[in-house]
């Protein structure tokens, strides 16, 4: 499976992006997607997730503000991130994420969200 994340860029505080993930590969195998974050000197944190059956996962502080989607075709799966709202601390490097039923996981390469005035 191949991740490919888009949309980020600066933007200032109170506006809104949306990211996008596409993957593509065996995408059959793919359970569960997910977005990271890692802020500059903190630790890779899940921001949201879609598993297996459609249940949507948001951390608490971007519960309300940002919203997880996700489209299938017969031959890709791409995953949206609306982030609405934006504050300084949602500034991080963004990495989408995939599950498979089994084996490892993959991870995209990530793309960089500059909230700031």
């Known amino acids: 499976v191949q991740l490919q994340a888009f949309g980020g860029g600066l933007v200032q505080p109170g506006g809104s992006l949306r990211l996008s993930c596409a993957a593509s590969?065996?995408?059959?195998?793919?359970?569960?997607l997910g977005w990271y974050r890692q802020a500059p000197g903190k630790q890779r944190e899940l921001v949201a997730s879609i598993i297996a059956g459609g249940s949507r996962y948001y951390v608490d502080n971007v519960k309300g503000r940002f919203t997880i989607s996700r489209d299938n075709t017969k031959s890709t799966v791409t995953m949206y991130l609306q982030m609405n709202s934006l504050n300084l601390d949602d500034t991080a490097v963004y990495y989408c994420?995939?599950?498979?039923?089994?084996?490892?996981?993959?991870w995209g390469q990530g793309t960089l969200v500059t909230v700031s005035s």
């Open positions: 590969g065996s995408i059959f195998s793919i359970k569960d």
């Open positions: 994420n995939a599950k498979p039923w089994v084996g490892p996981e993959y």
